[in-house]
């Protein structure tokens, strides 16, 4: 059975080095040490950092030492600040979760798998580590169910090239369907016995996303009280929707880690705490590791001014 310690409670450092505007001055300005710092004192024990691949690799599929020196900074961090880090590959040449970002054709290019492979590789290489502080997600996001088989044999040639290089890191693995719970069956058995399956939860999205601009079919005037959500959201809500991957997982000898969860910046803070209160309880009740989505910014921020009236209370519920 995997033991995933030091992965309890985390929070996702989105926008930073993913899903943003790839220049010098973001990645110099987003997110300083000081973030990292304080981050430590919510009783978190890790952060997630997703990365795409533009920051480590020009259009060739050169790679640019430039980029790994922002990993390098958080890594240094969060070890500086007591925190582990899971280094979450976000976007890969050919793929990304957002069809607005334009990438296509990974799942039918061998060429273009390669590259995501030598990536890892690359990755693997500067970030083997023997003591759990470092751990590895493969890929965010995969969308469609038809990729199911591709995605298994990936996974399966991915983490042995990356053995070879770092035998002892924790390596996160998610299904389809946006690492939806309801794809972990799906997911091959664990390599070994560092490899953790991973989803994400934003249930009941009507709430979660209400007036998402970018979801499909919201009204991005619709807003929704967390006392309407129908069904009732409430810690039996949660497991259950966990409950076949959380079996899934205990089949195969592994654990489970919800690497997003969160709830958008239009619900009222107070209902925001009370949907935290619930998937926390669900999480701890059923011993899942996790990470919030966000720590700032992108719609979903925990450190936004918004929350202020509530931070101190919700920080209890990461």
């Not at 899903?19 to 710092?37: A, G, L, R, V």
């Not at 995501?116 to 759990?132: Q, S, T």
């Not at 035998?167 to 794809?183: H, M």
Request: contains cysteine.
């Amino acid at each position: 059975m995997v033991n995933f310690t030091g992965y309890k409670k985390g929070v996702n450092l989105g926008g930073w080095l993913s899903q943003c505007c790839h220049t010098k001055e973001h990645y110099d300005s987003f997110i300083t040490e000081e973030d990292i710092k304080k981050i430590s004192t919510w009783m978190a024990d890790h952060v997630r950092l997703p990365i795409d691949y533009n920051l480590l690799e020009d259009e060739n599929g050169n790679f640019k030492e430039e980029g790994f020196a922002y990993i390098d900074n958080a890594v240094s961090w969060c070890k500086n600040a007591g925190l582990n880090i899971i280094l979450d590959l976000h976007k890969t040449a050919g793929y990304s979760f957002d069809k607005g970002e334009g990438e296509s054709g990974f799942f039918e290019s061998p060429a273009l798998q390669e590259r995501f492979l030598k990536l890892w590789e690359r990755i693997a290489e500067r970030y083997a580590v023997n003591d759990g502080t470092i751990a590895f997600e493969l890929l965010n996001e995969v969308t469609e169910q038809s990729y199911s088989e591709t995605w298994n044999k990936l996974i399966k040639c991915c983490i042995e090239r990356i053995r070879r290089l770092a035998p002892d890191t924790f390596i996160l693995v998610g299904g389809y369907w946006q690492n939806s719970p309801d794809a972990v069956p799906d997911l091959e058995a664990p390599y070994d016995d560092k490899v953790v399956y991973n989803f994400h939860c934003y249930d009941p999205m009507n709430f979660t996303h209400q007036g998402a601009y970018w979801y499909e079919g919201m009204d991005t005037k619709f807003r929704m009280s967390f006392d309407k959500c129908d069904p009732p959201v409430t810690p039996e809500f949660f497991m259950d929707r966990f409950s076949r991957a959380y079996e899934a997982a205990k089949k195969n000898g592994t654990v489970l880690y919800c690497g997003e969860y969160g709830v958008i910046e239009n619900a009222e803070p107070e209902d925001v705490l009370k949907w935290f209160k619930a998937i926390n309880t669900a999480f701890d009740r059923l011993d899942i590791s996790r990470a919030v989505w966000s720590y700032k910014e992108m719609n979903f921020g925990i450190a936004d001014d918004r929350m202020e009236k509530v931070r101190r209370e919700l920080i209890r519920y990461l």
